[in-house]
């Protein structure tokens, strides 16, 4: 498959990446394209990309799209009608939770569940915690449960039993009656999607799959025929949110596993980026207009967990990248508040109006409006957006609405907000490092996204981080993510028995079974691999402890003293702690069986061509931009007509089509055979 088209959504823009290795010379190896996202139909944007690109869909062997559709439906609960059938007795629990609040520390909030409790109906049945028929299930009351939640216009159905994970029997049952009943394929059974002990998580798993089914099916149902009756006759396969990707055609059978496919393409692609570069330790920051996401990478491999909550009360416990957000991003709006303090985000002005400088109505401060006021953006470019709005019209909103209150002058407002959002994406970036016991100076910070290079650097300096690498097409790195992503597919099975009891047979042979599963299910995708990969872990904890450590395992048949010298070593490395006298448990048994798909030639996204002789022939020019010690006239370059091997002294400005750097005083930047650009700060 030579002719290999990324897609990725996000809040703001929706990007293209097509690389062609079979190209000739003067062949195009590259296209790019950055348009913006409709979010009423992604089809729209999707397709809007293509045709910026200037790409026949008919000539394609292979389109990857990363999408924010499931993300955005669950978020902003725009969920199909699901009803739950559940255990008699227990139909609240997806209300109670974990008898948490929405703040911490006060008795505010609100909670809405995924399903409502009109649509949670129970039925007779009930097995213990090892897995013995206590109550045998009432197929009656199964039919009558499931002919009200049709009644009551219900589209997906949950199936919940209690300790289905221990014998999913019941559930397999109930599955049979509803699909002779239910007029859709939209039944989810929830241990099939995620078999572990825990009754909340599972259950809220299960009913974000089944809430989000039907409109991830007709998602890509839409795009895949809008592809079609343009010639596009391959696969068309959708980003998993754990980093992995699976064919359109089985995607919306596990739809809850797409929460977060956005930020994990790109993820993916740092990963795949750094391990080239020589940077196996990372830590991906990804700015770009609505949000940051930021996550740890570590020997090239990303941190995956099953335990996120992507919000409050609201845990889908299916393997994805472990990302964290903050809504900090170039069209962050920034405000004053009630108190006098200057506030950045979380509200953005999105994709329609914008920030004040895309001309299309905004008239809110954001981030890129104070990236503009300063320097670190071209004002000349102003005159190509659609409102030809000026640069002193942006002046006189920061100055009115932020250097008022404020006592600055619009530059000074400006300088606040950046000052604001840095501290604000700095906190992410610790969250995301120091929580998992790293220090992030032993890490390189990897900056993508259209506005991470224009922080990068003086986040870096905030953290401590030494290096920054900023890679070829900043702006586009999580279609690049789409293009570059492996077949992956990820299972866990709870045992949940004290470790000296367990039934080492039956953890052998439960290992087994996920690779083979897995290892077909690669089969069945029409996508090429050059290998598979297994990779088999466990989670385990102290007997009586309520939190989960995912142990590592050298192969699908770890012996019972392996299993405990491997939680002791990662215990220790965790906590620093030492609990010899504590029995420890195996909780869940977990596998990750990835198709590994061919190298992709990184240097295609910069063509040689194009390049310059010398750095003085990729100069630009000059303008006044802002530091933290002030104003500096600095030269700007152009990015891909930097020679391969150049040397950069800040203060430097780099432009390219999806992203600007900026280059602080003091730091040096220097290129490698990819594009990449490696930037040494100093402490």
Known sequence: MSVV??????????????????????????????????????????????????????????????????????????????????????????????RTRPQAYGMVGRFVPVIPRDLRLEVPERMDASGAVLT????????????????????????????????????????????????????????????ESREFERGVTAAV????????????????????????????????GNGGMVSARLVAREAAKTVMSGPASGVMAAAYTGRRAGAANLLTYDMGGTSTDVALIKGAQPAVSNEIEVEYAMPIHVPMVDVR????????????????????????????????????GGMRPTISDANLILGRLDPSRLNAVEGGVS????????????????????????????????????????????????????????????????????????????RVLVPARPGITNALGCVVADIRHDFVNTLNQPLDLADMELVHATLARQAEEGRALIAQERVEVREVQESFSADMQFIGQTHLLRVPLPSATPSREELHALFARAYWERFRVDLPEIRPALVNLAASIVGVRPEIDLALLIPAEGR????????????????????????????????????????????????????????????????????????
């Not at 200057?342 to 002005?349: D, I, K, Q, R, W």
């Not at 996204?449 to 905030?462: F, M, Q, S």
């Open 5 to 98: 088209a990324g897609i990725d959504v996000g809040g703001t823009f929706t990007d293209l990446v097509m690389l062609d290795e079979a190209a000739g010379p003067g062949g195009r190896a590259v296209r790019l394209a950055k348009v913006p996202t409709t979010p009423e139909n992604q089809a729209g944007g999707v397709l809007a990309a293509l045709d910026a690109a200037g790409a026949d869909p008919a000539t394609l062997d292979l389109i990857v799209h990363g999408t924010t559709a499931t993300t955005n439906a669950v978020l902003e609960r725009r969920l199909a009608k699901t009803g739950l059938i559940t255990t008699e007795g227990f139909r609240d629990v997806l209300e109670l939770g974990r």
């Open 136 to 195: 045998p299930l009432d197929e009656v009351a199964l039919r009558a449960a499931a002919r009200a939640l049709l009644a009551a216009g219900c589209e997906s159905v949950v199936v919940h039993f209690l300790h289905a994970y221990a014998n999913p029997a019941h559930e397999l049952r109930a599955g049979e009656i509803l699909r002779e009943l239910w007029p859709n394929p939209y039944v989810t059974l929830g241990h099939a999607l995620l078999s």
């Open 209 to 240: 799959n089944a809430s989000v089914q039907p409109l991830l099916q007709r998602y890509v149902d839409r795009l895949a025929g809008e592809l079609a009756t343009r010639g596009y006759a391959r696969d068309l396969l959708v980003m998993n």
């Open 325 to 360: 957000t903050v809504g900090a991003g170039g069209g962050s709006i920034a405000h004053v508040n009630a108190a006098g303090l200057l506030e950045v985000g979380p509200e953005s002005a999105g994709a329609q109006p914008g920030p004040i400088c895309y001309g299309r």
């Open 391 to 466: 640069l002193e019209t942006v002046r006189e909103v920061f100055a009115r609405e932020l250097g008022g209150p404020l006592g600055l002058d619009a530059e000074g407002a400006a300088a606040a907000v950046i000052r604001v959002a840095n501290a604000k994406m700095a906190g992410a970036i610790r969250m995301v490092s120091l929580s998992l016991g790293e220090d992030p100076r032993d890490f390189a910070l990897f900056a993508f996204g259209g506005a991470g290079p224009l922080h990068a650097v003086a986040l870096a300096r905030e953290l401590g981080v030494g």
């Open 612 to 683: 310059a002789a010398t750095l003085a022939e990729a100069r630009t020019g000059a303008r006044r931009v802002w530091f933290e010690d002030g104003w500096h006239e600095t030269p700007v370059y152009r990015r891909e007509k930097l020679p391969a091997d150049a040397v950069l002294e800040g203060p430097a400005v780099v432009e390219q089509l999806d992203s600007t750097l900026v280059l602080d005083p003091g730091c040096r930047a220097s290129g490698d055979a990819d594009g990449n650009l490696m930037i040494e700060v100093p402490a």
